[in-house]
């Protein structure tokens, strides 16, 4: 019988864990190595702010929160990769990402610290808010990436989903979109290992999470989330494919979730510590800050300079944060409706009566 | 014997019901290895095997319709939808298809299946994971509502909505997961699906709420006895099909009547309890029927949750407005 089709998945990696590149042709942005330091000192800044939000939480004054712990060199890559005008459609831990493109610290907490404000946030106004409801964003993305193509802009949507959400129905219905109308967007799988306490092999018998756009019609990779020349690389031709009406991409990254899922979350109950312990010699940093050292771009006395810099600037979100005042009681019913009807304003009134009683 | 609490009762249900029924499993999302998020499953996998205790693929499409599937071939699941605000995605297998299984083939499938949904605010819990969506399954023919409050209702609930030989959505009120504990006998008692319960007897008025709100409207009770004031506590744990009797024969006796629930005024549970004493009990009202609910907004994030459900102080003066008729 003849064969009807055949697929491969490349994967795709420049700086291995031990910090060598690995003799691959560098992509474009990378010639420029302070290029690469730059998106460095973008890693530690989020890095410091994980840790800053994690000790909030721990004592109080923050609530659950997901820590991006170990995706740095994924959500930076990502967010650095695009134009202002691109929309973004994050789920809720892709922070760097974010901050590359505008949102503060502040607002993240915000979010966090139960004040709806934190989605309202600084940055690009037509990004989408923190998607918990797992994967609809992918949908949302495509909606808008056809609203590009139906207008003629040249502008990209790009979402993020985990391993865990790439089994959503919404994740395959946006890959089956994205194809069917040649769509300008791009599915950032970032494959964390982890969905809360399913492991990624749980989750479909499929070899790579990167395959799944195949089905779709989509330009698919597999890229290693832990290597930000692969990440930026694997962004910047998807950004151009998509750019240019070439169609969407997915593109999974392999990175590690080296914290727990949330703050809420214990996962000593589920993984073992020699699997933690392992990932960590794989992650995003230290081989970036070992490569960047033997190339002369970068010392230990600049990177504790850098992170004492970090350390400032994120404490100056966090008095920001804290210092905001809750919102008013009617603050639950202003943004409910463009006009608002009678029937809710009188509740309005009643709820701001009942305050001042 | 040890007195446990409502998340407790829960597992020692589930225990007890799989131990004793060999078609009774449990799916969901972290529901094995983990336990569950809130622990309610904690330990099943270790004794059931993973045969029987299914940690499914992040995906409550895939719940909701594999639950669909195994109950109308022999299995008797209990699925878990890891937060109310995560259950939007089964409403079309829910509606579509377990509520009117039965119905639209004339008995030949049936769909025995119980979905638990851990429910509603208070816990200052992230985004979507505090809905109090109970009365957009009130409105659905074919669907049994549940909502214990308390560890003994919600082991004998459960196992009678595991027996129950139609879909149950089985609503588990977090907020009160742990507050107190309770000796339930695991005795595989099973209580009935279609009483409410009546906590506290009383004279003045009668006060009726379901799930966390239970809590507030016990309290608001002591605090009317201490002014003399009576006031019949009634439990409405299983919301569809409705008692209605009891409460109807509560505010005969009462002449007041005080509904006190956590979601949004309009068209919540409520409004058709008031429906009803509207069409059956008006003239035994002294007073208008009163409500004390969520406002029509989504619940707030948490720094403004706590202003939006019920409290002992507005149920308090929803009382006095009702006494001063």
Avoid at chain 1, 183 to 200: E, M, Y
Avoid at chain 2, 117 to 146: K, M, Q, Y
Avoid at chain 2, 186 to 196: H, I, N, Q, R, T
Wanted: hydrophobic share 40%.
């Amino acid at each position: 019988m003849p064969i009807v089709a055949n697929f491969e998945i490349e994967y795709q990696q420049y700086l291995g864990p031990d910090g060598r590149l690995n003799g691959e042709d560098l992509p474009e942005f990378a010639k420029d190595r302070k290029n690469i330091l730059e998106l460095f000192k973008h890693m530690l800044y989020v890095r410091s702010f994980d840790t800053k939000a994690v000790a909030l939480q721990r004592t109080g004054k923050l609530g659950t929160y997901a820590s991006c712990l170990g995706h740095e060199a994924t959500h930076i890559g990502i967010g650095s990769a695009m134009h202002y005008d691109d929309v973004f459609a994050p789920s809720y831990r892709e922070y760097g990402a974010q901050f590359m493109r505008g949102v503060k610290p502040r607002d993240v907490l915000m979010y966090w610290g139960g004040d709806e404000r934190g989605n309202n946030f600084s940055g690009p106004p037509h990004d989408y808010a923190w998607c918990v409801p797992i994967a609809t964003q992918c949908l949302h993305a495509a909606g808008a990436a056809l609203s590009f193509k139906l207008r003629g802009e040249p502008r990209v949507a790009v979402c993020c989903v985990g391993d865990g959400g790439s089994s959503k129905t919404d994740t395959y219905a946006a890959i089956n979109s994205a194809g069917a109308y040649t769509l300008p967007f791009i599915l950032c799988i970032i494959n964390n290992g982890w969905a809360i306490s399913v492991p990624r092999k749980a989750q479909t018998g499929a070899k790579t999470l990167a395959q799944k756009g195949i089905a779709g019609g989509l330009h698919c990779v597999q890229v290693d989330g832990n290597d930000i020349i692969a990440v930026r690389g694997a962004m910047d031709h998807a950004l151009k494919l998509a750019r240019n009406g070439h169609g969407g991409s997915v593109i999974e990254f392999v990175t590690y979730r080296l914290a727990d899922h949330t703050t809420a979350d214990d996962a000593r109950r589920y993984r073992d510590d020699a699997e933690v312990k392992a990932a960590w010699e794989r992650e995003p940093i230290s081989r970036l800050r070992t490569y960047l050292i033997n190339e002369k771009l970068w010392s230990e006395t600049e990177e504790a300079a850098w992170k004492e810099e970090c350390g400032r600037l994120v404490d100056i979100e966090v008095n920001a944060y804290l210092e905001t005042k809750v919102q008013p009681v009617e603050a639950m019913f202003d943004y409910l409706y463009g006009d608002m009807p009678a029937d809710v304003l009188a509740q309005r009134a009643d709820a701001i009566a009942w305050e001042k009683r | 014997m040890a007195a446990i609490t409502l998340i407790e009762a829960i597992t020692q249900a589930l225990a007890y019901e799989m131990k004793h029924d060999e078609n009774v499993i449990v799916l969901g999302e972290d529901v094995g290895v983990n336990g569950g998020v809130f622990r309610a499953t904690a330990g099943l996998q270790q004794i059931f095997g993973d045969q029987r205790v299914l940690d499914t693929p992040l995906d409550e499409t895939t719940i909701a319709g594999l639950t669909v599937g195994l109950a109308t071939q022999g299995m008797k699941p209990v699925a878990e939808a890891q937060f109310d605000g995560f259950m939007y995605p089964m409403v079309d297998h829910i509606i579509c298809h377990a509520a009117r299984m039965r119905y639209r083939t004339r008995g030949r499938l049936t769909c025995p299946m119980v979905l638990r949904v851990p429910w509603g605010g208070g816990i200052r819990a992230p985004e979507h994971h505090s809905e109090a969506n109970e009365s957009i399954f009130t409105n659905v023919p074919g669907l049994r509502v549940v909502m214990p409050s308390s560890p003994q209702r919600a082991y004998g609930l459960l196992l009678a909505a595991i027996r129950d030989p139609d879909p149950v959505i089985f609503f588990e009120p977090k907020r009160i997961y742990r507050q107190y504990k309770e000796e339930v006998p695991d005795d595989g008692e099973a209580l009935p699906l279609d009483v409410c319960f009546v906590l506290r007897d009383g004279s003045d008025v009668t006060l009726v709420s379901w799930g966390s709100q239970i809590k507030e409207t016990l309290e608001t009770a002591d605090a009317l006895a201490k002014e003399g004031i009576s006031a019949e506590v009634i439990d409405v744990a299983c919301l569809k099909p409705l008692d209605f009797d009891t409460i109807l024969e509560s505010v005969k006796k009462t002449g007041r009547c005080v509904i006190v629930h956590e979601a949004a005024k309009t068209a919540g549970f409520g409004a058709e309890i008031a429906a009803r004493l509207a069409e059956e009990a008006l003239y035994d009202l002294h007073a208008p029927v009163e409500r004390v609910t969520g406002y029509d907004t989504h619940i707030p994030l948490f720094r403004l949750e706590m202003k939006y459900l019920p409290s002992v102080e507005k149920i308090l003066a929803a009382v006095k407005r009702a006494l001063s008729v």
